[in-house]
């Protein structure tokens, strides 16, 4: 058994700085790197490719939407065509970083509302698809397990990472469970690791209210912008390793 492990990272901008980039790339895989909308300016950006190549962790672009006050967890009304326009600008200004710094881009994950209204938006989910093949359709595309961006990846022809969470909590419909409502975030170290277990060796989780959630996990994300979120990384893997269950490198990319 072997599994993915990504993080949301190089979210820092101009003085303000989240999370500690460098500590998570210890133990996870793959790197999601903010791309200047959301979160991460030019600076950050480059620093974070740095790094991520530094520690041969698989670099990917993380687009959200353009709302840096709103750090991309609301949605925002835009069109298909502007949502296309925008993640395929994200792309390009990582993907020019990454080229200059040596280092190439291995997969594409959307950002908070980004992510999370394209996984209930059809036409939303086919829009960040579309932009991503046109951009280069040998990146990986990761899409919330089970959600219409899996087929919109598909129609794309692009290669699809189902992604899961080790820190989130599930509705019994497969989607997240909104960070605004109570238990949306797991916090116990122990309950992340057994939900990660349990999705990789069984094959689903259960969601906030108790009810059994196929999921299908190609790549597990754990967020590098909460509280202890290093040492969570750490904990995680020694756990997944522990049971058996290898972490490798860019394995959304296989």
């Not at 522990?242 to 972490?247: E, F, K, L, N, P």
């Amino acid at each position: 058994m072997q599994i993915d492990l990504n993080c949301d990272c190089g979210e820092s901008y101009g003085r303000w700085e989240l999370g500690d980039d460098a500590a998570m790339f210890r133990y996870v895989s793959s790197a999601n790197v903010a791309c200047g909308a959301h979160a991460g300016d030019p600076d950050v950006m480059r620093q974070t490719v740095r790094l991520a190549k530094a520690a041969s962790v698989s670099i990917g672009a993380h687009p959200g939407f353009p709302d840096l006050i709103g750090f991309g967890r609301r949605v925002m009304q835009m069109t298909p065509d502007e949502v296309f326009n925008s993640v395929l600008a994200q792309i390009g200004a990582l993907y020019a970083i990454a080229k200059v710094e040596g280092a190439s881009l291995a997969h594409v994950k959307a950002h908070g509302a980004l992510y999370n209204y394209a996984a209930v938006t059809p036409p939303i989910a086919q829009a960040i698809a579309d932009a991503v093949a046109a951009f280069d359709d040998r990146l990986v595309f990761v899409a919330l397990a089970g959600s219409p961006l899996v087929a919109a990846g598909q129609r794309a022809g692009l290669r699809v990472a189902q992604e899961a969470f080790a820190d989130r909590a599930y509705e019994a419909d497969g989607s997240l469970r909104n960070r605004k409502l109570p238990g949306a975030m797991i916090e116990d170290n122990a309950t992340a690791l057994a939900q990660v277990i349990r999705m990789v060796t069984e094959g689903y989780t259960r969601s906030y209210d108790g009810q059994r959630v196929p999921i299908q996990a190609d790549t597990v994300c754990l967020h590098g912008d909460t509280p202890g979120a290093a040492a969570r990384a750490h904990f995680l893997r020694s756990g997944l390793e522990q049971a058996g269950i290898r972490v490798l490198s860019g394995c959304i990319n296989k």
